[in-house]
């Protein structure tokens, strides 16, 4: 694995959540049926951070819903192991870094999970108070990573 794609794997390895606080019921743990494309994104884009070009994706943006109580700031579960944490804004507002210990009940949260396989990073991250699953795939590109085509959002 060439150094970049380690720099990049370790801290991408470890789970990270964000989460916030959201209001309403939580979502069913039972087993979902199959998965339908809900909305795809049409454009290939750049970031220093995968992370942030996913979640800022305009795919993502119906199901953020920042009018809802608790929604904002998005607080992101560090895992202690892990140094990536890049300081950006979402929903208007810095998101905020938390300990898992932090995290609440009962919040709305995003389960990032990425696989690296010949060279490409594939990462999706997972939002179950809305019932989705976004992905993406992203290649090294001078100082940053590359999307590789469109954020897909699946319905689970």
């Known amino acids: 694995m060439s150094a970049r794609l380690h720099r990049i794997a370790r801290p991408l390895s470890l789970a990270l959540v964000l989460t916030s606080a959201c209001g309403g019921s939580p979502q069913s743990d039972a087993p979902a049926g199959p998965t339908l494309p809900a909305t795809t994104s049409s454009t290939t884009a750049s970031s220093d951070s995968p992370l942030v070009d996913l979640v800022r994706s305009d795919a993502l943006r119906p199901y953020w819903h920042a009018s809802l ?31 898992p210990e932090q995290a609440e009940p009962g919040s709305a949260f995003l389960v990032v999970d990425f696989q690296l396989v010949d060279g490409l990073l594939n990462l999706s991250v997972r939002y179950p108070v809305e019932g989705i699953r976004a992905s993406a795939v992203y290649v090294p590109s001078g100082d940053g990573w590359e999307r590789t085509g469109p954020v897909r959002v699946v319905e689970e």
């Open 69 to 99: 109580p608790g929604r904002v700031p998005v607080r992101i579960v560090a895992n202690p192991n892990s140094t990536d944490r890049p300081a950006f804004t979402l929903l208007g507002a810095p998101v905020v870094w938390i300990t």
